[in-house]
């Protein structure tokens, strides 16, 4: 399984931004793909995901600026971030085989080496 995330850079509060997620090595069309994120000094925080029949997930903290995509045909999915702000700064990683505990987020079992966001004026 190999996920390679690419699109972070510095952008301005207010700014747009999209991320995309290149996944090799699994069923990509079979499988739900997430973006999870991880501030400095804070834990990783689930933002995102989408099924295999396209039904997307938000964490309420994103929800109306992000959205994610995916294009089965090229085994990437894509998160637009519109309206950032400077408290979605952070690492964001691609992963699958995430779970949850009692609606909590808790592992991943595979993860991409992350791209950074910084919003920052």
């Known amino acids: 399984v190999q996920l390679v995330e690419s699109g972070g850079a510095l952008v301005q509060p207010g700014g747009s931004l999209r991320l995309s997620c290149e996944a090799s090595g699994f069923s990509f069309s079979d499988s739900v793909i997430n973006w999870v994120r991880q501030a400095p000094g804070e834990d990783r925080e689930w933002v995102s995901n989408?099924?295999?029949?396209?039904?997307?997930l938000y964490a309420e903290s994103v929800k109306v600026r992000f959205t994610i995509s995916r294009n089965n045909a090229i085994n990437t999915v894509y998160l637009q971030m519109e309206s950032v702000k400077p408290e979605d700064t952070a690492v964001y990683y691609c992963?699958?085989?995430?779970?949850?505990?009692?609606?909590?987020?808790?592992?991943?079992?595979?993860w991409g080496q992350g791209t950074q966001v910084t919003v920052s004026s």
């Open positions: 989408i099924q295999t029949n396209g039904r997307t």
């Open positions: 992963a699958k085989g995430c779970t949850w505990l009692g609606g909590n987020f808790q592992r991943c079992e595979y």
